[in-house]
C-alpha cells in the first residue's frame, strides 16, 4: 500500500485579489515513493481561486421549479440556474438567500431550509455552496436587480419539474452549481 507524502509549498504568492476572490499561485514539491522504495520528486505551479462561498436556493411551488436566466461574461452564453449568490464575510448564509431571491426573483422566503452544502470544484478552488430549499414564499412577480444585473439580462422562469429534468437530459443545464445543487435536492427531497 502506498503512503501519501503530503506536498511541500515551496512559494506561493498572490497575483490577483478583489473583494469577491483571490488568485493564488503556489509552487510545490510534490513526493512519490515508487514500488522500489525510491523517491522521485518534481516541482509544480498550480493556481487556486480563494474565493468567497455561495448561497444557492432550489425554489419550488407544487410541480414548478424556479429558474434564473442571465448572460455569463466568463462563458459568453445565457445560463438556466437556481438562484444564487455570494456570501459575503459579515452575513448568515440564510439571510444572503433571502437577499438573493428578493434581488433574482422577487421571492420573499417566509422560510429558507438548508439541505446540504458541497464544494465547488475542489480541484482549483476552495469555495463552498451552501445550497437552500425554498417551498413557503410569497411570489412578488418582480426582481430587485442590481445594477449589473440588469446588464445580464437577468429573467425568471416557472418551469414544470419534469420539463427540469428533460432540459438537464439534453444539455440545456449547463450550470454544475445548478446540477450539484439539483442532485442534493434529490438526496434530500426527491
Known amino acids: ?3 501519501i ?5 515551496l512559494s506561493s504568492k498572490t497575483p490577483y485579489k478583489n473583494k469577491y476572490f483571490s488568485v493564488r499561485e503556489d509552487r510545490y514539491l510534490l513526493k512519490n515513493r515508487k514500488e522500489d522504495g525510491e523517491l522521485e520528486t518534481v516541482e509544480k505551479d498550480y493556481f487556486f481561486v480563494d474565493g468567497d462561498n ?3 436556493g432550489i425554489v419550488t411551488d407544487g410541480d414548478k421549479i424556479l429558474l434564473v436566466n442571465q448572460f455569463r461574461l466568463a462563458t459568453g452564453g445565457f445560463f438556466n440556474e437556481f438562484v444564487a449568490g455570494i456570501l459575503e ?3 448568515e448564509p440564510e439571510e444572503c438567500m433571502k437577499n438573493e431571491l428578493i434581488e433574482e426573483a422577487g421571492i420573499e422566503a417566509k422560510k429558507v431550509e438548508l439541505i446540504g452544502e458541497a464544494n465547488v470544484s475542489v480541484g482549483k ?7 437552500f430549499v425554498i417551498d413557503e414564499f410569497i411570489d412578488k ?3 430587485e436587480l442590481e445594477e449589473f444585473e440588469r446588464y445580464m439580462n437577468l429573467t425568471r422562469k416557472w418551469v414544470n419539474i419534469n420539463d427540469f429534468k428533460t432540459m438537464i437530459a439534453n444539455g440545456k443545464i449547463k450550470d454544475f452549481v445548478t446540477l450539484g445543487s439539483w442532485a ?7
Open 1 to 3: 500500500m502506498k503512503r
Open 5 to 9: 507524502i503530503k506536498p511541500e509549498v
Open 54 to 56: 455561495i448561497v444557492v
Open 89 to 91: 464575510d459579515d452575513v
Open 125 to 131: 478552488t476552495n469555495q463552498k455552496a451552501y445550497v
Open 141 to 143: 412577480g418582480k426582481n
Open 184 to 190: 442534493i435536492y434529490q438526496n434530500k427531497k426527491g
